[in-house]
Protein backbone atom coordinates (compact mmCIF):
# COMPACT_ATOMS: atom_id res chain seq x y z
CA UNK A 1 0.00 0.00 0.00
CA UNK A 2 1.06 3.42 -0.51
CA UNK A 3 0.30 6.44 1.18
CA UNK A 4 -1.74 8.27 -0.46
CA UNK A 5 -4.06 10.63 0.76
CA UNK A 6 -7.01 8.12 0.51
CA UNK A 7 -5.17 5.87 2.56
CA UNK A 8 -4.38 8.34 5.14
CA UNK A 9 -7.97 8.53 5.38
CA UNK A 10 -8.15 4.90 7.16
CA UNK A 11 -7.95 3.74 9.76
CA UNK A 12 -5.46 1.72 9.26
CA UNK A 13 -2.14 3.73 8.23
CA UNK A 14 0.77 1.93 7.28
CA UNK A 15 4.06 1.01 8.95
CA UNK A 16 6.54 -0.43 6.58
CA UNK A 17 9.15 -1.17 9.13
CA UNK A 18 8.26 -2.54 12.55
CA UNK A 19 6.01 -6.06 12.41
CA UNK A 20 2.56 -5.92 11.99
CA UNK A 21 1.90 -7.11 15.49
CA UNK A 22 3.61 -4.57 17.35
CA UNK A 23 2.24 -2.15 15.23
CA UNK A 24 -1.45 -2.79 15.55
CA UNK A 25 -0.72 -3.22 19.21
CA UNK A 26 1.05 0.53 19.05
CA UNK A 27 -1.62 1.80 16.94
CA UNK A 28 -4.58 0.25 19.67
CA UNK A 29 -2.31 2.05 22.53
CA UNK A 30 -2.34 5.28 20.81
CA UNK A 31 -5.88 5.07 19.62
CA UNK A 32 -7.03 4.14 23.37
CA UNK A 33 -4.73 6.91 24.56
CA UNK A 34 -6.52 9.44 22.11
CA UNK A 35 -9.98 8.31 23.40
CA UNK A 36 -9.21 8.03 26.88
CA UNK A 37 -8.01 11.83 26.94
CA UNK A 38 -10.68 12.73 25.29
CA UNK A 39 -13.37 11.56 26.83
CA UNK A 40 -11.77 12.80 30.78
CA UNK A 41 -11.79 16.52 28.74
CA UNK A 42 -14.99 15.67 27.84
CA UNK A 43 -16.35 14.68 31.28
CA UNK A 44 -14.77 17.42 32.98
CA UNK A 45 -16.49 19.86 30.79
CA UNK A 46 -19.52 18.28 31.33
CA UNK A 47 -19.44 17.78 34.99
CA UNK A 48 -18.51 21.82 35.19
CA UNK A 49 -21.28 22.57 32.97
CA UNK A 50 -23.94 20.72 35.24
CA UNK A 51 -21.70 22.34 38.52
CA UNK A 52 -22.39 25.75 37.42
CA UNK A 53 -20.92 26.82 34.15
CA UNK A 54 -24.70 26.32 33.07
CA UNK A 55 -25.22 29.74 33.87
CA UNK A 56 -22.18 31.70 32.43
CA UNK A 57 -23.39 33.12 29.00
CA UNK A 58 -22.16 31.92 26.27
CA UNK A 59 -19.59 29.84 28.19
CA UNK A 60 -21.84 27.68 29.54
CA UNK A 61 -22.67 26.25 26.07
CA UNK A 62 -19.49 26.04 25.04
CA UNK A 63 -19.03 23.80 27.62
CA UNK A 64 -21.56 21.55 27.00
CA UNK A 65 -20.52 21.63 23.14
CA UNK A 66 -17.03 20.83 24.28
CA UNK A 67 -18.31 17.62 26.67
CA UNK A 68 -20.94 16.41 24.03
CA UNK A 69 -18.62 16.73 21.18
CA UNK A 70 -15.49 15.10 22.67
CA UNK A 71 -17.15 12.04 24.40
CA UNK A 72 -18.65 11.54 21.07
CA UNK A 73 -14.96 11.83 19.39
CA UNK A 74 -13.99 9.61 21.91
CA UNK A 75 -16.45 6.91 21.56
CA UNK A 76 -15.86 6.69 17.61
CA UNK A 77 -11.79 6.66 18.11
CA UNK A 78 -12.01 3.62 20.62
CA UNK A 79 -14.59 2.13 18.22
CA UNK A 80 -11.45 2.58 15.47
CA UNK A 81 -12.90 5.18 13.39
CA UNK A 82 -10.86 6.58 10.57
CA UNK A 83 -7.88 8.68 10.91
CA UNK A 84 -9.73 12.34 10.68
CA UNK A 85 -11.69 11.71 13.63
CA UNK A 86 -8.25 11.61 15.52
CA UNK A 87 -7.59 14.47 13.90
CA UNK A 88 -10.44 16.25 14.74
CA UNK A 89 -10.15 15.48 18.01
CA UNK A 90 -6.27 16.85 18.21
CA UNK A 91 -7.49 20.34 16.22
CA UNK A 92 -10.77 20.64 18.65
CA UNK A 93 -8.26 19.91 21.87
CA UNK A 94 -5.89 22.82 20.42
CA UNK A 95 -9.09 25.12 20.00
CA UNK A 96 -9.58 24.06 23.42
CA UNK A 97 -6.42 24.90 24.83
CA UNK A 98 -6.50 28.16 23.21
CA UNK A 99 -10.01 29.41 24.66
CA UNK A 100 -8.12 27.90 27.60
CA UNK A 101 -5.71 30.32 27.65
CA UNK A 102 -7.93 33.43 26.32
CA UNK A 103 -10.12 33.20 29.16
CA UNK A 104 -7.19 33.41 31.65
CA UNK A 105 -5.88 36.53 29.77
CA UNK A 106 -7.23 38.70 27.36
CA UNK A 107 -11.05 36.81 28.14
CA UNK A 108 -13.52 34.88 26.06
CA UNK A 109 -16.84 36.21 25.35
CA UNK A 110 -16.54 38.69 28.35
CA UNK A 111 -15.58 35.72 30.65
CA UNK A 112 -12.12 35.41 32.01
CA UNK A 113 -10.99 33.14 34.82
CA UNK A 114 -7.92 33.40 37.49
CA UNK A 115 -6.92 30.49 40.33
CA UNK A 116 -6.38 26.96 39.87
CA UNK A 117 -8.20 25.37 42.87
CA UNK A 118 -9.52 22.43 42.32
CA UNK A 119 -8.46 19.64 40.09
CA UNK A 120 -10.35 20.28 37.10
CA UNK A 121 -8.49 22.82 34.91
CA UNK A 122 -5.05 21.61 34.96
CA UNK A 123 -6.38 17.84 34.50
CA UNK A 124 -8.50 19.03 31.11
CA UNK A 125 -5.37 20.82 30.48
CA UNK A 126 -2.80 17.85 30.92
CA UNK A 127 -5.54 15.88 28.86
CA UNK A 128 -6.00 18.00 25.79
CA UNK A 129 -2.10 18.61 25.30
CA UNK A 130 -2.06 14.86 25.38
CA UNK A 131 -4.55 14.32 23.03
CA UNK A 132 -2.66 16.38 20.75
CA UNK A 133 0.33 14.83 21.30
CA UNK A 134 -0.53 11.19 20.99
CA UNK A 135 -2.54 12.61 17.54
CA UNK A 136 0.89 13.83 16.21
CA UNK A 137 2.37 10.53 16.95
CA UNK A 138 -0.56 8.73 14.86
CA UNK A 139 -0.38 11.24 12.64
CA UNK A 140 3.14 11.91 11.95
CA UNK A 141 5.13 8.62 12.33
CA UNK A 142 3.29 6.52 9.50
CA UNK A 143 4.70 9.35 7.53
CA UNK A 144 8.35 9.43 8.86
CA UNK A 145 8.72 5.58 8.96
CA UNK A 146 7.12 5.54 5.33
CA UNK A 147 9.88 8.18 4.36
CA UNK A 148 12.47 6.53 5.80
CA UNK A 149 11.83 3.27 3.56
CA UNK A 150 11.70 5.12 0.44
CA UNK B 1 -10.74 -1.22 -13.84
CA UNK B 2 -9.25 -0.02 -11.12
CA UNK B 3 -5.91 1.35 -12.68
CA UNK B 4 -7.88 3.82 -13.99
CA UNK B 5 -9.10 5.17 -10.93
CA UNK B 6 -7.49 8.62 -9.99
CA UNK B 7 -5.81 7.27 -6.68
CA UNK B 8 -6.34 10.64 -5.23
CA UNK B 9 -9.98 10.07 -5.31
CA UNK B 10 -12.46 7.88 -2.44
CA UNK B 11 -14.54 5.15 -3.86
CA UNK B 12 -17.94 5.02 -3.35
CA UNK B 13 -17.25 2.71 -0.52
CA UNK B 14 -14.88 4.85 1.20
CA UNK B 15 -17.24 8.00 0.92
CA UNK B 16 -19.86 6.09 2.28
CA UNK B 17 -18.13 4.78 5.04
CA UNK B 18 -16.58 7.97 6.16
CA UNK B 19 -20.36 9.27 5.91
CA UNK B 20 -21.43 6.65 8.25
CA UNK B 21 -18.51 7.93 10.73
CA UNK B 22 -19.09 11.73 10.25
CA UNK B 23 -23.14 10.91 11.10
CA UNK B 24 -22.39 8.68 14.09
CA UNK B 25 -19.91 11.56 15.33
CA UNK B 26 -23.05 14.25 14.94
CA UNK B 27 -25.30 11.67 16.15
CA UNK B 28 -23.38 10.75 19.66
CA UNK B 29 -22.57 14.59 20.36
CA UNK B 30 -26.00 15.68 20.21
CA UNK B 31 -27.60 12.17 22.39
CA UNK B 32 -24.66 13.35 24.62
CA UNK B 33 -25.20 16.93 24.78
CA UNK B 34 -29.08 16.13 25.37
CA UNK B 35 -28.39 13.55 28.12
CA UNK B 36 -26.02 16.63 29.71
CA UNK B 37 -28.80 19.06 29.41
CA UNK B 38 -31.09 16.62 31.10
CA UNK B 39 -28.27 15.54 33.54
CA UNK B 40 -28.12 19.10 34.65
CA UNK B 41 -31.82 20.29 34.32
CA UNK B 42 -32.31 16.82 36.71
CA UNK B 43 -30.09 18.18 39.21
CA UNK B 44 -31.28 22.00 39.08
CA UNK B 45 -35.11 20.28 39.60
CA UNK B 46 -33.75 17.96 42.31
CA UNK B 47 -31.89 20.82 44.21
CA UNK B 48 -34.99 22.97 43.50
CA UNK B 49 -37.62 20.29 45.07
CA UNK B 50 -35.28 19.08 48.18
CA UNK B 51 -36.96 21.19 50.99
CA UNK B 52 -35.15 24.44 51.05
CA UNK B 53 -33.80 25.12 54.63
CA UNK B 54 -33.90 28.82 53.22
CA UNK B 55 -36.42 29.95 50.77
CA UNK B 56 -34.90 30.56 47.37
CA UNK B 57 -33.95 33.85 46.51
CA UNK B 58 -34.41 35.92 43.29
CA UNK B 59 -33.84 39.47 42.74
CA UNK B 60 -33.91 41.43 39.27
CA UNK B 61 -30.76 44.15 38.74
CA UNK B 62 -31.01 47.29 36.55
CA UNK B 63 -28.37 49.78 36.25
CA UNK B 64 -26.82 53.28 34.55
CA UNK B 65 -29.93 54.42 33.25
CA UNK B 66 -28.34 57.65 32.97
CA UNK B 67 -31.74 59.98 32.95
CA UNK B 68 -30.92 63.02 31.63
CA UNK B 69 -28.40 62.07 29.13
CA UNK B 70 -29.29 63.54 25.67
CA UNK B 71 -27.20 62.82 22.84
CA UNK B 72 -27.24 60.41 19.89
CA UNK B 73 -26.30 56.80 21.83
CA UNK B 74 -30.22 57.21 22.80
CA UNK B 75 -32.13 59.92 22.47
CA UNK B 76 -35.16 58.86 24.31
CA UNK B 77 -33.38 57.18 27.94
CA UNK B 78 -36.43 57.51 29.98
CA UNK B 79 -38.34 55.51 27.36
CA UNK B 80 -36.05 52.63 27.93
CA UNK B 81 -35.84 53.14 31.22
CA UNK B 82 -39.49 52.80 31.43
CA UNK B 83 -39.41 49.54 29.27
CA UNK B 84 -36.60 48.38 31.53
CA UNK B 85 -38.99 48.59 34.29
CA UNK B 86 -42.10 47.08 32.56
CA UNK B 87 -39.68 43.80 31.41
CA UNK B 88 -39.20 43.87 35.38
CA UNK B 89 -42.59 44.05 36.32
CA UNK B 90 -43.27 40.98 33.53
CA UNK B 91 -41.26 38.50 34.38
CA UNK B 92 -43.72 36.38 35.87
CA UNK B 93 -43.06 36.51 39.58
CA UNK B 94 -42.48 39.36 42.29
CA UNK B 95 -38.66 39.84 42.43
CA UNK B 96 -37.52 39.96 46.37
CA UNK B 97 -35.82 43.21 45.28
CA UNK B 98 -34.49 45.03 42.30
CA UNK B 99 -31.05 46.49 42.51
CA UNK B 100 -30.01 49.46 40.89
CA UNK B 101 -25.96 49.26 40.40
CA UNK B 102 -25.84 53.21 39.88
CA UNK B 103 -25.77 55.98 37.32
CA UNK B 104 -29.21 56.37 37.89
CA UNK B 105 -29.00 59.99 36.24
CA UNK B 106 -26.82 61.25 34.01
CA UNK B 107 -25.84 64.99 35.64
CA UNK B 108 -27.10 64.32 39.48
CA UNK B 109 -29.63 67.20 38.91
CA UNK B 110 -32.44 67.77 41.70
CA UNK B 111 -34.78 67.22 38.83
CA UNK B 112 -33.02 63.64 37.28
CA UNK B 113 -32.74 62.30 40.91
CA UNK B 114 -36.63 62.98 41.30
CA UNK B 115 -37.37 61.72 37.88
CA UNK B 116 -35.73 58.44 38.43
CA UNK B 117 -36.77 58.51 42.03
CA UNK B 118 -40.66 58.37 40.87
CA UNK B 119 -40.13 55.83 38.18
CA UNK B 120 -38.90 53.56 40.30
CA UNK B 121 -41.90 53.76 42.29
CA UNK B 122 -43.27 51.72 39.37
CA UNK B 123 -41.36 49.11 39.98
CA UNK B 124 -43.81 45.58 41.35
CA UNK B 125 -40.80 44.72 44.23
CA UNK B 126 -41.40 44.99 48.27
CA UNK B 127 -37.64 46.57 48.50
CA UNK B 128 -35.34 48.64 46.06
CA UNK B 129 -31.87 48.92 46.63
CA UNK B 130 -29.76 51.37 45.19
CA UNK B 131 -25.74 52.38 44.82
CA UNK B 132 -24.77 55.45 42.94
CA UNK B 133 -22.29 55.95 40.51
CA UNK B 134 -19.63 58.66 39.70
CA UNK B 135 -22.49 60.33 37.43
CA UNK B 136 -25.01 60.52 40.38
CA UNK B 137 -22.00 62.42 42.33
CA UNK B 138 -20.63 64.77 39.69
CA UNK B 139 -20.58 67.69 42.00
CA UNK B 140 -21.54 66.97 45.57
CA UNK B 141 -20.06 64.14 47.12
CA UNK B 142 -22.86 61.85 46.16
CA UNK B 143 -25.14 64.61 48.52
CA UNK B 144 -28.36 64.90 46.47
CA UNK B 145 -27.99 61.15 45.71
CA UNK B 146 -28.42 60.34 49.71
CA UNK B 147 -30.97 62.90 49.77
CA UNK B 148 -33.14 60.79 47.50
CA UNK B 149 -31.53 57.23 48.34
CA UNK B 150 -29.62 56.88 50.97
CA UNK B 151 -32.29 56.63 53.81
CA UNK B 152 -30.82 54.14 56.24
CA UNK B 153 -27.26 54.07 54.81
CA UNK B 154 -24.55 54.34 56.50
CA UNK B 155 -21.07 56.39 55.42
CA UNK B 156 -21.20 57.89 52.02
CA UNK B 157 -24.09 55.43 51.31
CA UNK B 158 -23.03 52.04 52.07
CA UNK B 159 -24.76 49.27 53.96
CA UNK B 160 -25.84 45.59 54.06
CA UNK B 161 -28.85 43.66 54.88
CA UNK B 162 -29.60 39.36 54.72
CA UNK B 163 -32.57 38.32 52.53
CA UNK B 164 -33.39 34.60 52.42
CA UNK B 165 -29.47 33.45 54.13
CA UNK B 166 -27.82 35.46 51.75
CA UNK B 167 -25.94 39.04 52.71
CA UNK B 168 -25.73 41.07 50.56
CA UNK B 169 -23.45 44.47 50.48
CA UNK B 170 -23.90 47.24 49.18
CA UNK B 171 -20.43 49.39 48.31
CA UNK B 172 -19.90 52.70 47.63
CA UNK B 173 -16.58 53.22 45.23
CA UNK B 174 -17.44 55.99 42.86
CA UNK B 175 -16.50 58.75 45.63
CA UNK B 176 -13.17 60.06 46.06
CA UNK B 177 -12.34 58.31 43.00
CA UNK B 178 -8.97 59.58 40.75
CA UNK B 179 -8.57 56.87 37.91
CA UNK B 180 -9.79 54.02 39.35
CA UNK B 181 -13.11 53.45 42.03
CA UNK B 182 -11.78 53.84 45.32
CA UNK B 183 -13.62 52.22 48.70
CA UNK B 184 -11.66 54.22 51.43
CA UNK B 185 -10.37 52.99 55.07
CA UNK B 186 -13.70 53.82 56.38
CA UNK B 187 -15.90 51.42 53.96
CA UNK B 188 -12.75 48.66 54.23
CA UNK B 189 -13.75 48.74 57.90
CA UNK B 190 -17.34 48.02 57.50
CA UNK B 191 -16.84 45.23 55.39
CA UNK B 192 -14.81 43.91 57.60
CA UNK B 193 -16.39 44.17 60.85
CA UNK B 194 -19.67 43.71 58.52
CA UNK B 195 -18.95 40.07 57.54
CA UNK B 196 -16.67 38.47 60.64
CA UNK B 197 -19.84 37.40 62.21
CA UNK B 198 -20.51 35.40 59.23
CA UNK B 199 -20.21 31.46 58.65
CA UNK B 200 -18.07 30.78 55.77
CA UNK B 201 -20.65 28.95 54.19
CA UNK B 202 -23.07 31.94 54.14
CA UNK B 203 -23.64 32.91 50.40
CA UNK B 204 -22.09 36.93 50.15
CA UNK B 205 -23.53 39.10 47.26
CA UNK B 206 -22.07 42.15 46.60
CA UNK B 207 -23.09 44.90 44.33
CA UNK B 208 -21.23 48.58 43.63
CA UNK B 209 -21.09 50.72 40.39
CA UNK B 210 -17.28 49.92 39.39
CA UNK B 211 -16.35 46.97 39.35
CA UNK B 212 -14.41 45.27 42.18
CA UNK B 213 -11.93 43.30 39.69
CA UNK B 214 -9.97 45.05 37.11
CA UNK B 215 -11.73 44.76 34.00
CA UNK B 216 -9.81 47.53 32.35
CA UNK B 217 -8.09 50.08 34.44
CA UNK B 218 -7.01 52.20 31.44
CA UNK B 219 -10.68 53.06 31.45
CA UNK B 220 -10.83 53.40 35.08
CA UNK B 221 -12.80 49.63 34.95
CA UNK B 222 -11.83 48.75 38.34
CA UNK B 223 -11.54 49.52 41.74
CA UNK B 224 -7.98 50.49 43.33
CA UNK B 225 -8.38 49.01 46.83
CA UNK B 226 -10.71 46.12 45.85
CA UNK B 227 -7.90 43.70 46.34
CA UNK B 228 -8.07 44.65 50.48
CA UNK B 229 -12.03 44.43 50.55
CA UNK B 230 -12.24 41.08 48.62
CA UNK B 231 -9.87 39.57 51.18
CA UNK B 232 -12.31 39.62 53.47
CA UNK B 233 -14.63 37.76 51.38
CA UNK B 234 -11.76 35.01 50.59
CA UNK B 235 -13.17 32.45 53.47
CA UNK B 236 -16.49 32.40 51.75
CA UNK B 237 -17.39 29.38 49.77
CA UNK B 238 -19.40 31.28 47.07
CA UNK B 239 -19.32 35.13 46.59
CA UNK B 240 -21.02 37.14 43.59
CA UNK B 241 -20.09 40.62 42.95
CA UNK B 242 -22.59 42.30 40.58
CA UNK B 243 -21.95 46.17 39.25
CA UNK B 244 -22.77 48.44 36.90
CA UNK B 245 -20.70 51.30 35.16
CA UNK B 246 -19.37 49.80 31.69
CA UNK B 247 -22.38 49.09 30.00
CA UNK B 248 -21.92 45.58 28.89
CA UNK B 249 -21.93 41.98 29.64
CA UNK B 250 -18.90 40.60 31.92
CA UNK B 251 -18.03 37.57 33.86
CA UNK B 252 -15.03 36.91 35.35
CA UNK B 253 -14.31 34.16 38.14
CA UNK B 254 -11.66 34.76 40.58
CA UNK B 255 -11.57 31.74 42.85
CA UNK B 256 -14.41 31.80 45.27
CA UNK B 257 -15.62 35.20 43.75
CA UNK B 258 -17.58 35.61 40.35
CA UNK B 259 -17.37 38.84 38.80
CA UNK B 260 -20.70 39.77 36.74
CA UNK B 261 -20.75 43.47 34.80
CA UNK B 262 -24.16 44.26 34.34
CA UNK B 263 -25.57 45.91 31.14
CA UNK B 264 -27.41 49.08 30.82
CA UNK B 265 -30.77 50.87 29.96
CA UNK B 266 -29.66 53.86 28.62
CA UNK B 267 -26.80 53.14 25.69
CA UNK B 268 -23.60 51.01 25.14
CA UNK B 269 -19.99 51.42 25.16
CA UNK B 270 -17.14 49.98 23.53
CA UNK B 271 -15.57 46.73 23.90
CA UNK B 272 -12.49 47.42 26.65
CA UNK B 273 -9.57 49.20 24.47
CA UNK B 274 -11.57 49.64 21.50
CA UNK B 275 -10.50 53.10 20.84
CA UNK B 276 -9.50 55.67 22.94
CA UNK B 277 -11.93 56.44 25.32
CA UNK B 278 -15.13 54.84 27.11
CA UNK B 279 -17.74 56.83 24.62
CA UNK B 280 -21.34 56.49 24.34
CA UNK B 281 -21.61 54.28 21.21
CA UNK B 282 -24.35 55.05 18.76
CA UNK B 283 -25.47 51.35 16.95
CA UNK B 284 -27.19 51.43 13.57
CA UNK B 285 -31.09 51.83 13.91
CA UNK B 286 -32.80 49.15 15.26
CA UNK B 287 -29.66 47.71 16.85
CA UNK B 288 -30.12 49.70 20.27
CA UNK B 289 -32.25 47.59 22.08
CA UNK B 290 -30.16 44.48 22.12
CA UNK B 291 -27.44 46.16 23.33
CA UNK B 292 -30.00 47.12 26.84
CA UNK B 293 -30.99 45.40 29.11
CA UNK B 294 -31.95 43.77 32.94
CA UNK B 295 -30.47 40.56 34.50
CA UNK B 296 -32.25 38.07 36.38
CA UNK B 297 -30.72 36.49 39.43
CA UNK B 298 -31.60 33.60 41.51
CA UNK B 299 -30.29 31.54 44.19
CA UNK B 300 -31.28 28.30 45.40
CA UNK B 301 -29.97 26.80 49.12
CA UNK B 302 -27.62 24.10 48.09
CA UNK B 303 -26.11 25.42 44.40
CA UNK B 304 -23.33 27.09 44.37
CA UNK B 305 -23.44 29.49 42.11
CA UNK B 306 -25.84 31.62 41.45
CA UNK B 307 -27.82 31.28 38.59
CA UNK B 308 -27.81 34.47 36.07
CA UNK B 309 -30.22 35.20 33.15
CA UNK B 310 -29.60 38.15 31.05
CA UNK B 311 -32.31 39.55 29.02
CA UNK B 312 -32.35 42.39 26.43
CA UNK B 313 -35.10 44.87 26.00
CA UNK B 314 -37.58 43.29 23.65
Not at chain 2, 164 to 177: D, P
Not at chain 2, 298 to 314: F, P, V
Request: hydrophobic share 40%; aromatic share 8%; charged share 15%.
Amino acid sequence: MSSTPANMMSSTPTNLVSSPAANRSARLAVRIGIGATLAISGVIHAYLYIHGYQYIPTIGTAFLVQASVFCALAVLVVAGGPAWVQWAGGVLSVAALIAFALSRTVGLSGFTEHGWEAPYGPVSVIAQVLTVVLVAAAVLKPRAVTRATR
Amino acid sequence: MSAERDPQTMTRRQLMRHSAWFGAAVGLAVVGGEVISQVAGAVGSAQAAAPPARPTLRFAQISDSHIGFTGTANANVVGTFKEAINQVNGLGYTPDFVIHTGDLTHLATPEQFDQVKQMMTGLNTPHIFTVPGEHDSTDDGGQKYRQAFGAGTRGDGWYSFDAAGVHIIALVNTLNLKKLGHLGTDQLDFIQKDVAPLSSDTPIIVFSHIPLFAMYPDWGWGTDDATQALSYLRRFSSVTCLNGHVHQLFTKTDGNITFHSGTTTAYPLPHPGDGPAPKPLTLPAGKLHDALGIREVSYTKGQQALALKEQTLS
